[in-house]
């Protein structure tokens, strides 16, 4: 719950108060996308709470937006190419589907948001909707890597590493 910092598990006694219709794949499967902004893929059930997604709940603002210079490029064409059906929900709330719903359950670069406290109970739920033998995909940054890079930069600065790298690193 935001209030305290726990993550709200949604369950028969704290289910959300609404419930979403489960879209299939031509195969037949359910497939869960959680906190997937403007990049869905078609057929999967895409949940996000972000500011990108509630902006394209309103095209013809984004298209003024878009015309005066205030939204990118990239970002007009990636909120044209958004799936209208994608749930708007704050996944502190719980998951808003049912026990066993789902076949794939999916998140990249969510759980990292999330305080410690609450990445557990988080897992659960994403347990909890996935059908038995469901799968579950957590993408997470990879920091070895990113402190690799930034350790190398480090070494070669202040004279050898470029402007570019100074930012980034």
């Given at each position: 719950r935001p209030d305290?910092?726990?993550?709200?598990?949604?369950?028969?006694?704290?289910?959300?108060e609404r419930t979403f219709k489960v879209k299939r794949v031509p195969d037949g499967r359910a497939m869960l996308n959680l906190g997937s902004s403007a990049r869905v893929a078609p057929g999967w059930n895409n949940v996000d709470f972000s500011w990108l997604v509630r902006l394209g709940r309103h095209r013809h603002l984004c298209s003024a937006l878009h015309g005066v210079g205030l939204l990118n490029a990239q970002?007009?064409?990636?909120?044209?190419?958004?799936?209208?059906d994608t749930v708007l929900w704050d996944l502190s709330r719980g998951i808003p589907f049912e026990d066993r719903t789902f076949?794939?359950?999916?998140h990249s670069h969510v759980l990292e948001h999330l305080d410690r406290e609450q990445?557990?109970?988080?897992l659960a739920d994403c347990v909890r909707v996935l059908r038995p033998g469901g799968i579950l995909r957590v993408v997470v940054p990879d920091l070895e890597g990113l402190a690799r890079d930034y350790l190398d930069v480090m070494a070669r600065l202040p004279g050898r590493a470029t402007m570019d790298e100074h930012t980034t690193a």
């Open positions: 305290t910092g726990e993550y709200l598990m949604a369950s028969k006694d704290t289910a959300p970002r007009y064409q990636r909120i044209q190419a958004m799936d209208p076949d794939v359950c999916y990445a557990p109970g988080f």
